[in-house]
């Protein structure tokens, strides 16, 4: 198969989108020491039998201006330790080892999930629905 036709088949990337409910935690601002500092939070996914949930935790970077807006607004009620649901879409998810540097575990090896938080669909403060912004593409078609 030539070149051209392989370029012209195959996609310029590859899209991994994990979609679930959980948890909103540590809302941060991360000031690395090359580059621009970014928000980040922990997602605690839940997953399994809702009698006997587990839990996934995403680190993630929160890109997009929508999800960037939600998170901000949600980030006091995070800070004030109220349990704050959201539904999510988190894209490009990998592994990163670290070393653990305080605590019971010092000095031994971990596993992070990082990820980017494309997307909050909805979100609880301590059961109550939070009226989220409406994403700028709805809005659009809502008016015309």
């Not at 036709?5 to 310029?12: I, K, W, Y």
């Not at 539904?87 to 592994?95: E, L, S, T, V």
């Not at 992070?112 to 909050?120: C, F, H, Y």
Request: a positive charge; one cysteine or more.
């Amino acid at each position: 198969m030539s070149d051209q036709v392989q370029s012209a088949t195959l996609p310029s990337y590859f899209n991994l989108h994990v979609e679930g409910v959980g948890y909103l935690n540590r809302v941060r601002t991360v000031t690395p020491k090359k580059g621009q500092e970014f928000l980040a939070c922990t997602v605690a996914a839940m997953r399994g039998s809702t009698a006997d949930i587990l839990y996934t935790k995403f680190d993630c970077r929160v890109s997009g201006a929508e999800a960037q807006k939600i998170v901000k607004l949600l980030e006091s009620d995070v800070a004030a330790e109220k349990s704050v649901l959201i539904g999510f879409k988190i894209a490009d998810i990998y592994p990163e080892m670290f070393t653990f540097e305080k605590g019971e575990k010092k000095g031994q090896s971990g596993v992070s999930i990082k990820g980017r938080l494309l997307r909050i669909k909805f979100a609880k403060v301590n059961g109550e629905a939070v009226d989220l912004p409406v994403p700028v593409s709805e809005s659009e078609r809502v008016a015309a």
